[in-house]
T-cell receptor
């Protein structure tokens, strides 16, 4: 089954404790991205990757890092989480740039206390 | 910059009622337009899309027509069901824009018996 898999689904952590949210897709997609969803703000892009070793900032990259060492994986790293990063995070992938539809993971709900 | 404006929710309807969720956009260039749906506890799924003016996207009884003259892409369904209860997101992407979707803030639909 074609899918984007994120882990964990839920995560509660404390300020400053480094964490990684994993994302993997099995569709051989070149393009992957991370979004955060907040009430009243919709989805905002954090980082995206056009291919292996090619990453770029989205609209709200501050406080986040990503890496794309393999085509299928695109982890999101919070080196020093803060409470304003409490949010619902989605990983997505698509075949290429342009109007190809995005396939989303089921989300990771992160709470930083 | 590019932006998408959706009507505020929640929208509450009785089963078999007619649905319209308004969406207007601002973009430099000629975007492709999308509707995504998010069911409770899940990631977003592509519902329908239109890539050029006057195109009509349709899926699962939902329709939306790309209106360049009014910069709109309103979502309609003739007879909603309880299972349509979800959050609906309008989005646009510009060709050559790095495959970054610009989302609206989402409209929650609740359908009651």
């Amino acid at each position: 089954e074609a899918q984007v898999t994120q882990n964990p689904r839920y995560l509660i952590t404390v300020t400053g404790k480094k964490l990684t949210v994993t994302c993997s897709q099995n569709m051989n997609h070149e393009y992957m991205s991370w979004y955060r969803q907040d009430p009243g703000l919709g989805l905002r892009q954090i980082y995206y990757s056009m291919n292996v070793e090619v990453t770029d900032k989205g609209d709200v990259p501050e406080g986040y890092k990503v890496s794309r060492k393999e085509k299928r994986n695109f982890p999101l790293i919070l080196e020093s989480p803060s409470p304003n990063q409490t949010s619902l995070y989605f990983c997505a992938s698509s075949r290429d740039r342009g109007s190809s539809p995005l396939h989303f993971g089921n989300g990771t709900r992160l709470t930083v206390t | 910059g590019n932006s998408v404006t959706q009507m505020e929710g929640p929208v509450t309807l009785s089963e078999e009622a007619f649905l319209t969720i308004n969406c207007t956009y601002t973009a430099t260039g000629y975007p492709s337009l999308f509707w995504y749906v998010q069911y409770p506890g899940e990631g977003l799924q592509l519902l329908l899309k239109a890539t050029k003016a006057d195109d009509k996207g349709s899926n699962k009884g939902f329709e939306a027509t790309y209106r360049k003259e009014t910069t709109s892409f309103h979502l309609e369904k003739g007879s909603v069901q309880v299972s349509d209860s979800a959050v609906y997101f309008c989005a646009l992407i510009l060709t050559g824009g790095g495959n970054k979707l610009t989302f609206g803030t989402g409209t929650q639909l609740k359908v009651e018996l």
